[in-house]
């Protein structure tokens, strides 16, 4: 027969398998443990007892989070701070948008935004924690300084725009004559200009456009203009 001891315990017989003795230990506390085993042989003779040590642990890593909380939405920059606690951890890992993230690193990129981390201790326990946010900045905004709403003009008809953004950098500047295509305006210094020719007579609603760094829209502003390119007519009679 081949016995096994656990802490010093009562002795518990090891059922044959093939050619070696096995069994399965259940309700072990979590923590240090001493198993003994020994054999003895048909002629009454025991072994030296063989020992070795065994460290139980059943408790999975604990992922703590603070910064940044599921299903929320942020005007400003966020620093997610993780702290995984584990006494036996041995591989772990932080995903922001798929990509590595390291703890206590801002966040402030407008949009959704997907926080994984997983950890593993040597016992193969196993944790993971997915938060899901998003940062929404305020969309730049726009404005058209020349011409005022309602000029009369000939052409060229020079269009002249400012724009802003609190949270990113200005992309681009559009425009847009009568619902047509959107085009793009020139950075002239600390503005946006273009100089637009080929407007018939009549009146015209030009529309404009920001655009900033992360890909967000101002709301449309809009200017109407009468362009009048015909001459006065003098008619003398009599």
Known sequence: SVDYQIDGGVWLSMPAVAAQYQESITGLSDGVH????RATDAE??????????????????????????????????????????????????????GVS??????????????????AEDKAGNKTSKTIQFQIVHPIPTVRVLTPANGTISRTPLMLTVS??????TIASV???????AWLSMAAVAA???????????????????????????????SA???????VPVIAVTG
Do not use: C, F
Not at 197 to 212: F, Q
């Open 34 to 37: 001493t198993v003994n085993v």
């Open 163 to 168: 724009a802003a953004s609190i949270a990113s």
């Open 191 to 221: 503005q946006y200009q273009i100089s637009i020719t080929g407007l018939s007579d009549g009146v015209h609603t030009v529309n404009v456009r920001a655009t900033d760094a992360e890909a967000q829209q101002s709301v449309i502003t």
């Open 174 to 180: 559009d425009y847009q004559i009568d619902g047509g």
């Open 44 to 97: 009454a003779q025991q072994s030296l007892i063989a020992s070795v040590d065994v460290m139980i642990d059943n408790t999975a890593p604990v992922i703590t989070v603070t910064g940044v909380s599921d299903a929320q939405q942020y005007t400003n920059t966020v620093t997610p701070v993780i702290v995984i606690t584990d006494a036996n951890l041995v591989t772990s890992q932080i995903m922001l948008d």
């Open 224 to 230: 109407e203009v009468t362009i009048d390119n015909t």
């Open 101 to 118: 993230y390291v703890s206590g690193t801002a966040i402030n990129k407008a949009g959704a935004h997907t926080l994984q981390i997983e």
